[in-house]
């Protein structure tokens, strides 16, 4: 017999449903026997099926169904920025239109901007472009 994790009644979190109340547990033998009602009292209310441990599917490796919220913290899908070489050439901008020619110093975060030399001076930019 596997371990009660989850009753009737108690609040739950999925990442991609939010919060959520379990409504139902069937007694008889089932793949999904967990029915947690999202969004309850609202317009947009729907139920979904858990495994007994919390899994959506039971091909997922681990549970998604919580006792408390959590985040997929580090989870994207965006590329992330390939800063230049230090005293590599690039091209910078201002207001992403007008360009010139610099050579990359470093990305200062607590200014979200560029530091570049332009010939001797040193500058900030909002926009840049590698050339490579």
Known sequence: MEKEIFKVGDKV?????????????DDEPNDYPIIVV??????????L????DGKFDLTDINPTLSLTEYTLEGFSQERPIEFPE??????VSDDSINWKLAKFIKFRVYDNDYLVQVGRIQES????????
Request: net charge neutral; hydrophobic share 45%.
């Open 125 to 132: 930019f909002g926009f840049i472009k590698r050339l490579k």
């Open 13 to 25: 979190f999925h990442y991609g449903f939010g919060w959520g109340k379990i409504d139902f547990i």
């Open 86 to 91: 230090v005293g590599e050439e690039v091209m």
């Open 38 to 47: 999202f969004n309850p009292g609202k317009e947009e209310t729907f139920a």
């Open 49 to 52: 099926t858990f495994t007994l």
